[in-house]
């Protein structure tokens, strides 16, 4: 059974920076393209970050030069880095693992 359990979600004032998590367990390998992707309310999932078993990375335009994506393949956890937070960025966080598994989501509020 494939879990994965997302955690670093929040409320923050604008500027500020939050670190998501991804933690991966049960039968995956950790050498899997992961995504992280959000949703707002009545809009779209749209994808925020993605990054590659050889750890490329491509970004949303909304946040290239604000989010970080990296990777630690030994603890199969995925991080996604947000500084310089928006109100616009507020949404409902989740990671894809394997473009297969999805997870339950974390909640990101920035506040003006």
């Known amino acids: 059974q494939v879990q994965l359990v997302e955690s670093g979600g929040g409320l923050v004032q604008a500027g500020g920076s939050l670190r998501l998590s991804c933690a991966a367990s049960?039968?995956?390998?950790?050498?899997?393209?992961v995504g992280w992707y959000r949703q707002a309310p009545g809009k779209q999932r749209e994808l925020v970050a993605r990054?590659?078993?050889?750890?490329?990375?491509n970004y949303g335009d909304s946040v290239k030069g604000r989010f970080t994506v990296s990777r630690d393949n030994a603890k199969k956890t995925v991080y996604l880095q947000m500084d310089s937070l928006k109100p616009e960025d507020t949404a409902v966080y989740y990671c894809?693992?394997?473009?297969?598994?999805w997870g339950q989501g974390t909640q990101v509020t920035v506040s003006s």
């Open positions: 894809n693992w394997a473009e297969i598994f």
């Open positions: 049960g039968r995956i390998s950790s050498i899997n393209v």
């Open positions: 990054i590659d078993s050889g750890g490329s990375t």
